[in-house]
């Protein structure tokens, strides 16, 4: 077993029948921040889904700290999701919940710590997203981006080792987005929490990402991976030297 | 003095702990030190913060030294004096009279929207019958299908077994009179008048009242009914015409054909009685009349329409979150299932004094 804490092997997915990715093979290293990048509907958020088991692949062997979830079933197949947090890309947070109780639900569940302790761990993850005063809002009271960092801060509840967040920082300022992307690397540096991130901000991705994975539709597969400067300067693909040039600082 | 992994499982038994070892110290300065600390996540840090947090004078300070760098850091993204207020939660007044007073104030708005409702979606229907080509009829035939044909199946079964309860139940006190060829007529007039027509409109309400208030209950948590206003489309004429036209349409069919499964269990019974089929129809259509056939499908028009139409006010009052369309979806039913009996009692009384 090599050190790599996610392993995807010949990953084919998509839906009846019809696949979006090809035999999709790549790794991602504890500590690293991992990003997937791609146009929209190239099947980021779908390939997020295999990772995460929520989907099932059409062929390949997905591994998470050496344990394969396509193969996991029920309780096994839960152990393994126990070990990462997911941010989904449309919030998903629990409707008939306030914020605190979205974070504390988790909690409850999993850890053995009592209700003021819970309260106060809820109340520095919503801090930690700039949502210290909004505790007691219902999701529906919140505006899209507020909901997109409660949904982050949700997926922290329990300190997995990975995190998993689907376009974290679309529809929200320049401002928060960069607070985000520090956090992100906050977390990553001092304590080694592993990124995966689905992102299209350049800007971003060239402050938080250790390695990157480009996705095109056409070709149902990876068609660049490397660091984002190296793809930047080195890539063999005009398309991808173009893309990462845009604005690139 | 603190050690080891600071995750939840390691704080979650010290917690408690530490809380007690600083109250009984509670005039004296402590000092923790953290030296020992290898790990420090999310719930290790809130276990800091909250020792940092307690309420001490300025001589007893807590301080914690010694903490690993990159676990410093992460500690100093929080600003302690933040976390002393207690969350304080909104006051709600919860007295018995506050409560009867909210009650009879939103009961009163309620009745209030439901007359503007109808007004509105009246108007929406004039405006149908003034230019039927106007009319979304694929989407009510869509709807009619779901509401009508799909239903077929439980309207069945619950009006054969209707029919064949009633049958024994009556057959059984008839025998003793030798009249058992007279339950024919009291199956006949029951069912095609008062319990085909409330029994198809409690399966409608149930079914599709409660499917219309989901549906558009969720269209208005996903803000699709905001963009069609934003496009100039009338929600009333564009979601509610179409389906009460549908259930208008539907309700008598399945009404219709309660009444022919009923009375076909009840014959089955019969039969068992040794009454014949022919004896048993016979019966039945001498004195069922087509008055006693109309007023029924009458009757279920207007439970049609009633139910439709509530269904659609209750998901287009939908308040925000996933919670609110069940509750949309529960206001409906319940809503319906008032109104069916409200206006069975009143054709009731005028079919009455009409002598129908
Ligand atoms: N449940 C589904 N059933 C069928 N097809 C789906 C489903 N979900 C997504 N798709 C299709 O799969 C493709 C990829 O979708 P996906 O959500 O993975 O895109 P994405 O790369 O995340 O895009 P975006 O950047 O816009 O979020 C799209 O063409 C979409 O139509
Ligand atoms: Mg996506």
Request: hydrophobic share 50%.
């Given at each position: ?9 010949n ?37 997020l ?31 393994i999701?126990r070990k990462?947090?997911?941010?989904y ?18 909690l409850?569940?999993y ?10 761990t ?21 505006s ?23 376009e ?7 401002i ?11 977390l ?13 901000e ?22 660049a ?24 600082p | ?7 939840a499982?390691?704080?979650?038994p ?8 600083l ?13 020992g ?7 290790g840090?809130?276990?800091?913060v ?18 690993a ?18 969350l ?52 009510a ?7 009508g ?5 439980i ?11 009633l ?20 199956i ?23 499917a ?31 389906r ?22 009840g ?19 001498t004195?069922?009349?087509?008055s ?38 529960t ?26």
């Amino acid at each position: 077993m090599s050190s790599d804490l996610i392993r995807v092997e010949n990953l084919t997915v998509g839906f009846g029948g019809k696949s979006l990715m090809k035999d999709v093979g790549f790794t991602v290293a504890a500590g690293e921040v991992f990003v997937i990048l791609g146009g929209s509907g190239c099947g980021k958020s779908t390939l997020l889904k295999n990772m995460i088991g929520l989907y099932r692949p059409m062929a390949g062997r997905i591994f998470i700290a050496g344990e394969d979830i396509v193969q996991a079933t029920g309780d096994g197949k839960r152990a393994i999701q126990r070990k990462f947090g997911v941010a989904y890309q449309a919030g998903a947070l629990f409707g008939s919940m306030n914020l605190i109780d979205n974070i504390g639900l988790p909690l409850e569940e999993y850890t053995g710590l009592d209700a003021a302790a819970r309260e106060l761990t809820a109340r520095m993850k919503l801090s930690l997203v700039g949502l210290a005063g909004f505790e007691q809002r219902m999701p529906a009271e919140l505006s899209g981006g507020m909901q997109k960092r409660a949904a982050i801060a949700r997926a922290m509840a329990l300190d997995p080792a990975i995190l998993f967040l689907d376009e974290p920082s679309a529809g929200l300022d320049p401002i928060t987005s960069a607070g985000l992307d520090e956090l992100i690397l906050r977390l990553a540096r001092n304590l080694g929490i592993t990124f995966v991130v689905v992102s299209h901000e350049l800007q971003s991705i060239f402050t938080i990402a250790d390695r990157v994975i480009m996705l095109d539709k056409r070709q149902q597969g990876i068609v660049a991976a490397g660091t984002p400067a190296d793809l930047r300067d080195n890539s063999p693909n005009p398309w991808v030297r173009q893309f990462f040039n845009r604005e690139a600082p | 003095m603190l050690g080891g992994r600071l995750d939840a499982a390691g704080v979650a038994p010290l917690w408690p702990e530490a809380r007690a070892a600083l109250a009984a110290q509670s005039g004296r300065a402590v000092v923790v030190d953290a030296a020992g600390v290898e790990y420090c996540d999310g719930a290790g840090l809130a276990f800091l913060v909250d020792l940092l947090r307690q309420e001490r004078p300025a001589e007893a300070a807590v301080r914690i030294v010694g903490l690993a760098e990159r676990f410093d850091r992460l500690l100093a993204q929080f600003d302690v004096e933040q976390f002393r207020q207690p969350l304080v939660r909104p006051v709600v007044d919860d007295s018995l009279l506050h409560r009867i007073g909210l009650a009879s104030l939103e009961l009163a708005a309620d009745l209030k929207t439901q007359v503007a409702f109808i007004g509105e979606a009246g108007r929406a229907l004039a405006a149908a019958a003034r230019s039927p080509g106007r009319v979304r009829w694929g989407d009510a035939l869509a709807i009619a299908e779901e509401a009508g044909v799909n239903a077929l199946p439980i309207v069945t079964l619950v009006a054969f077994i209707l029919g064949v309860i009633l049958a024994y139940q009556s057959a059984v006190a008839m025998r003793q009179f030798g009249a058992e060829v007279y339950v024919a007529d009291l199956i006949g007039i029951s069912m095609v008048r008062e319990l085909a027509p409330l029994m198809t409109a409690i399966l409608l309400a149930g079914r599709s009242g409660a499917a219309f208030a989901a549906e558009i209950g969720t269209m208005r948590v996903n803000e699709e009914i905001d963009a069609l206003s934003t496009f100039g489309f009338d929600p009333v004429r564009f979601l509610v015409v179409t389906r009460v036209l549908a259930a208008l349409a539907v309700t008598p069919l399945l009404a219709v054909y309660a009444d022919v499964v009923s009375i076909a269990g009840g014959a089955l019974v019969l039969l068992s009685f040794q009454v014949p089929l022919a004896t048993y129809f016979n019966e039945v259509f001498t004195l069922v009349g087509m008055s006693d056939l109309f007023t029924g499908l009458f009757k279920c028009g207007v439970f049609g329409v009633v139910i439709a139409g509530i269904g659609c006010l209750r998901g287009l009052q939908t308040g925000s979150g996933a919670a609110a369309v069940g509750i949309s979806t529960t206001r409906a039913v319940v809503s319906a299932l008032v109104l069916i009996v409200v206006v069975d009692g009143s054709f009731a009384i005028v079919f009455y004094h009409l002598g129908l």
